[in-house]
C-alpha cells in the first residue's frame, strides 16, 4: 500500500542523510554479491516487488523484465553466456537520486525500475528501454548506473559509459557499453532556462495585474455613488469589486507561494488561499451572469437589493469556501494537497485535488457562455426589454460585454492551466499561461471598468 512505501521511504532518506555510511548503497552491493554468487542454470523467481531471472543464450538476447524495461543485447560473439537480471520495483525508494554532478537530490527522481545485469561474459553494446513510472515527468531524462565509489565511496548515480538514446511515450531508451545496476533520473522541475522566462513574466504580470486590480478599485470607490442608483448597476459594480479584491488577494498569496523552499504549514495555507480567492473570482463572474440573465429575461420580475447582496456573498464566498475546505479536509491528511517541491498550489500527480478548481472554474464559463447566447437571442429578437429604465439597459450592454470577453479569457487561461499537467514538455503552453494567467488583473480593469462609457464620463 501507499502509506507503508511512503513510511520506508522516509526511513531510507533518514538513513542517506548520514554521510558517514552507505546504507543502501552496502545493500544493493549485498544483492550484486547475491547474484553474481548464484549457480549458473535458468530459472526465475518472482514476487510483487522483486524479479530474479537467470537465463543462458547464445550470441545474442532480449526480454522484457516485468513489463517495465526491455534489455538487448545483440551480437556478442560468444555462446553459452549465462546473464541474470535482479529487477526492483521499489529501491527506488531506498537509494538516493544524487549523480556524479551533484549530491542534492532535491531536483532529481529516479523514474523507472532498477536493474541489475551481470554476464558471466563481455559486453560494451546493452540497450535498456525503461517505461517511467511517473508519466508526467518528462524534462531531462539521464541514462544512470550505481557508481559505488562516488561521493567518498557513498554512491551515487553516473552517467558514464550511458547514453539516452530515446525519449517518448512513457518510455526511455538507453544504450551503455557496461553491465552493472541501471535506471532513469529525471528532473521534477522544469528547465531552468524556462523557469527563468516564467519567473520574469510571471512576476512582472502579476505586478502590471495587481496595479491594475488597485487602480480597479480606486475608480470604483471614486464612482460608486455616481454608478451605483439603481438595482442592476449596483450589482454590476459589486460583482466587479469583488472579483478584484478576490483576483488581488489571490495575486498576494500567490507571490507568496512562488518560494520552492516554504514551509509545509505556510505553503498550505498560501495554497488554501489561492484556491479560495480564485475561485471567487470564479464563482463573482457568475454572480454577473445571473445578473445578466436576470435583467434581460425576467424583465418583470423585481428583486431587493439586500436579496441581491445575500444571494450575492453567500455564492461569491459561501461555494469557494464549502470547495476549499473540502479538498483541504479530503487530502491533506495523506499528503496530497500540495504539489511537492515545487511552488505552492493544488496537487496533481497525487490526488489530482487540481480539479477541486478547474472543474468549478470550467463549469461557471461555461454557464456563462450559454447565459450570453441566451441573451444575445433575446436582445436580437427584441432588443435589452422595453421595461427597463435607460441606466438600467447600459448596465445590462455593460455587463454582457465584460462578460463575452472575461469569460473566454478566464476559460482560455485555464485550459491552459490544464494543458500545462496534461503535456508538462510543451514549452509554448507553460509560457503563454503564465503570460494570461499574469494579466488578468489587467483585463479586469480594462474589460470590467475603463470600457463602461459612463464611468469615464
Request: net charge neutral; charged share 10%; with cysteine.
Amino acid at each position: 500500500s501507499v502509506a507503508p512505501c511512503k513510511k520506508a521511504k522516509e526511513s531510507w532518506v533518514f538513513l542517506n542523510a548520514d554521510q558517514n555510511k552507505n546504507t543502501s548503497s552496502s545493500l544493493l552491493g549485498s544483492m550484486e554479491f547475491f547474484a553474481g554468487s548464484l549457480p549458473t542454470t535458468s530459472f526465475n523467481v518472482t514476487t510483487n516487488l522483486i524479479q530474479l531471472n537467470q537465463d543462458t543464450f547464445d550470441n545474442s538476447f532480449s526480454t522484457n523484465l516485468s513489463s517495465s524495461v526491455l534489455i538487448e543485447i545483440p551480437e556478442t560473439n560468444s555462446n553459452h553466456l549465462t546473464i541474470t537480471t535482479l529487477t526492483f520495483r521499489t529501491l527506488r525508494n531506498v537509494l538516493p537520486a544524487r549523480n556524479g554532478s551533484n549530491q542534492s537530490v532535491n531536483d532529481n527522481t529516479i523514474n523507472g525500475v532498477v536493474v541489475m545485469v551481470k554476464l558471466n561474459g563481455t559486453t560494451k553494446n546493452v540497450s535498456l528501454s525503461f517505461d517511467k513510472l511517473d508519466k508526467l515527468l518528462t524534462f531531462n531524462p539521464q541514462c544512470v548506473f550505481w557508481n559505488f565509489s562516488l561521493f567518498n565511496s557513498l554512491g551515487g548515480w553516473d552517467d558514464t559509459g550511458c547514453k539516452l538514446k530515446s525519449n517518448e511515450k512513457g518510455k526511455v531508451t538507453c544504450h551503455c557499453n557496461h553491465l552493472t545496476s541501471f535506471s532513469i533520473l529525471m528532473s521534477t522541475s522544469i528547465p531552468k532556462e524556462i523557469q527563468d522566462a516564467l519567473d520574469i513574466i510571471t512576476y512582472v504580470g502579476v505586478g502590471i495585474s495587481m496595479g491594475s486590480l488597485v487602480i480597479c478599485l480606486i475608480i470604483e470607490a471614486c464612482v460608486w455613488k455616481a454608478m451605483t442608483r439603481n438595482n442592476t448597476s449596483y450589482m454590476r459594480h459589486v460583482s466587479i469589486v469583488n472579483i478584484a479584491v478576490s483576483l488581488l488577494i489571490a495575486d498576494i498569496w500567490f507571490i507568496i507561494g512562488e518560494d520552492t523552499t516554504t514551509p509545509i504549514p505556510a505553503c498550505t495555507a498560501a495554497t488554501f488561499f489561492i484556491h479560495f480567492f480564485y475561485l471567487a473570482l470564479f464563482f463573482w463572474m457568475l454572480i454577473s451572469g445571473l445578473l445578466l440573465f436576470y435583467r434581460t429575461i425576467l424583465v418583470f420580475s423585481h428583486m431587493s437589493k439586500s436579496t441581491m447582496l445575500a444571494i450575492g456573498f453567500s455564492v461569491g464566498y459561501g461555494a469557494p469556501l464549502i470547495i476549499a475546505v473540502v479538498t483541504v479536509a479530503a487530502t491533506a491528511p495523506s499528503g496530497g494537497y500540495i504539489k511537492e517541491n515545487q511552488a505552492c498550489w493544488l496537487n496533481w500527480d497525487k490526488t489530482m485535488a487540481l480539479l477541486a478548481f478547474v472543474i468549478p472554474a470550467l463549469t461557471i464559463v461555461v454557464i456563462n457562455f450559454l447565459i450570453l447566447i441566451v441573451v444575445l437571442y433575446k436582445m436580437l429578437r427584441r432588443g435589452v426589454g422595453d421595461a427597463t429604465q435607460p441606466d438600467e439597459r447600459n448596465a445590462v450592454v455593460v455587463i454582457a460585454r465584460c462578460l463575452a470577453i472575461l469569460t473566454p479569457f478566464f476559460g482560455l487561461t485555464w485550459g491552459l492551466g490544464v494543458g500545462t499537467m496534461v503535456d508538462p514538455t510543451n514549452k509554448g503552453i507553460h509560457v503563454v499561461f503564465a503570460l494570461f494567467n499574469s494579466l488578468q488583473g489587467f483585463f479586469v480593469l480594462v474589460f470590467g471598468t475603463l470600457l463602461d462609457g459612463k464611468v469615464c464620463v
